[in-house]
């Protein structure tokens, strides 16, 4: 499978525990993303990276988010003292710059994504 | 900022065809795609639109409207397991030069028998 892939599929943590989320993007793609997502909602962006440089970050990605991709390839995050606030489920996508033949430069493809329940 | 309205839930038949429409306000506007998600799994990417009219893939069509600030998504031939959230995601270039993807909230489609 040559898809995005997230780790863990599913997460149960107690609030004020850490967790750190891993994701492996297309071999290819130089951007990777971070979403959040909760119940009936589409999904919201929390930060990018182009290649190792994280690019932007949301205003929705408090001090407790941290985010690196140290080696342009795989990347993780990590939550910080999670409160029950933080329960959603977190999407990684990553996409081309350049030519993509199926949806233009930049279409984005989304791994299966990490639900994290904070208890 | 960008705002994005799509219809909560619909239903419809199996064999049937179903449109559902997204409006949207933007400015910067890049594209404009949709996804399918079915519960509990991540957003598929379906089909992209840049310029107006038509694209055709399969069972699946989008069309878009850049003035009219519209799109809309065709599944003809429905099947038990299009029933799944369909997402309208307008690209926009920020002031940071990001090309940003802001998501709809879905609309959740119920194909019956």
């Known amino acids: 499978d040559t898809g995005v892939s997230q780790d863990p599929r599913h997460k149960i943590t107690k609030r004020g525990q850490n967790v750190t989320f891993r994701c492996d993007p297309i071999?290819?793609?130089?951007?990777l993303y971070w979403y959040r997502q909760t119940l009936g909602q589409g999904p919201e962006f929390l930060t990018y990276?182009?290649?190792?440089?994280?690019?932007?970050k949301s205003r929705l990605l408090s001090d407790r988010f941290s985010a690196e991709r140290p080696k342009g390839s795989f990347s993780t995050l990590e939550i910080q003292r999670t409160e029950q606030g933080d329960s959603a489920m977190y999407l990684c996508a990553s996409s081309l710059v350049g030519l993509d033949p199926q949806g233009g430069t930049d279409t984005q493809y989304f791994g299966p994504g990490t639900r994290l329940t904070v208890l | 900022g960008q705002n994005i309205d799509q219809p909560t839930e619909m239903t419809a038949t199996e064999g049937a065809i179903v449109q559902i429409n997204c409006t949207y306000q933007?400015?910067?506007?890049?594209?404009l795609f949709w996804y399918q998600q079915h519960a509990g799994e991540a957003p598929t990417f379906l089909s992209y639109?840049?310029?107006?009219g038509l694209e055709e893939k399969g069972r699946f069509s989008s069309f878009l409207s850049r003035s009219k600030g519209y799109s809309y998504l065709l599944l003809k031939e429905l099947q038990m397991k299009d029933s799944a959230s369909y997402l309208c995601?307008?690209?926009?270039?920020?002031?940071?030069?990001?090309?940003?993807?802001?998501f709809g909230s879905g609309t959740r489609l119920q194909v019956q028998p």
């Open positions: 990276f182009q290649n190792e440089a994280q690019l932007e």
């Open positions: 071999s290819e793609h130089n951007r």
């Open positions: 933007t400015s910067g506007f890049n594209g």
């Open positions: 639109n840049v310029l107006d």
């Open positions: 995601a307008v690209r926009s270039v920020m002031d940071t030069g990001r090309r940003a993807l802001t």
